[in-house]
């Protein structure tokens, strides 16, 4: 019984000895496998170290003004008995906008001109009767001053008339009506804006130490949000004479086409006042650049020790300035150089890859929405 006992022991530590082995001789030979093992080839697309010119641009923010814009108000006291425009409607100059009640004047010019006719009748007798000495100089003057005083009525009265008959005073597109029918208005009240919207003035300031790179005429090229992935361009029309003496700024204006009066009075934009100098830059897409806290950098694409392959090796760079889809690099990059220029995030240094451009993505210095 004993015997047996031992003889089971044996066979169970024999068995246990040999699935031992055969995990041992598993576990060796897939890490001979793994130190073996050479990844596949990274699929990558690769854009040239282009050198290329910029011009220089001087950049700020500033405000949408129109050319002509005036609240129109008006002038006397009175009812409104017509409203002859739609808000929001272009106008031209000289259209009428209101007309205020004018009855009691009008009821008052038949008279007062007929006034001045019987005045210049008695004048043109006073200054023959004058001539033949029938009358006295005074009695001329006093007929001379009848007939300026009977005029001066009228002219009065038609004026009282004029104001009271509400003009645009300038072509331009009007806004929200402020008045109504059989509304008494009140010297001075506001009746509605009236806005000449094209052209349209951009009010900038700048730091006095650039007032000797800026000159009239110069092209400004404008942005906004309201007209996404457009630029506008327009050129400066007038610089301040004054600088401000709290920031050291200086007023610019320039003046921008806006054909679809999309752009409004009070509105802010992006200017850039482009420079007539030009700077010489290497560049490459924003897309093909890893950002790392510690410093940036892109995967430049060599040949392998076999000249067949290729293999990435990254490269630290220093950027500079950033255009559209291209951002400057100012050391790290020779001219030529072929670097990845999408997917970087996914790479590592000394991978091998392989190139196919078939999907490589169009950079452009001026991307449009529809582009990204």
Known sequence: MKKRVILVILGLVIVIAALAGVKWLQIAAMIKQGKSYVPPPETVTAVPVKADSWTSDLTAVGSLTAVQGVTV?????GKVVKI????????KNGDLLVRQDTS?????????????KQARSE???????????????????????????ALAQVNSIQATISKKTIRAPFSGRLGIRQVNLGQL????????TLQTLNPIFVDFSLPQQQLAQLNCGQPARVTCDALPGEEIEGKITAINPLVDSDTRNIKI???IANHSEKLRPGMFVNVAVGLPARSNVLTIPATAVLYASYSDSVFVIEKDQDEKSFKLRQQ????????????????GLKEGEMIVSTGVFKLRNGQKAVIDNNLAPDFQQSPRPENN
């Open 123 to 149: 004048l043109d007798r006073s200054k023959k009767l004058v001539a033949e000495n029938i009358i006295s100089q005074s009695d001329y003057d006093k007929a001379e001053s009848t007939y300026e005083q």
């Open 185 to 192: 208005l009140r010297e001075g009240d506001p009746i509605v």
């Open 316 to 331: 630290f760079v220093r950027l500079g300035e950033k255009r559209g889809d291209f951002v400057s690099v100012t050391s």
């Open 73 to 77: 108000a008006s002038d006397l006291s």
């Open 84 to 91: 002859a425009f739609e808000p929001g409607g272009q106008v």
């Open 104 to 116: 009691s004047e009008e009821a008052q010019l038949p008279g007062a001109v007929a006034q001045a």
């Open 253 to 255: 204006q320039a003046t």
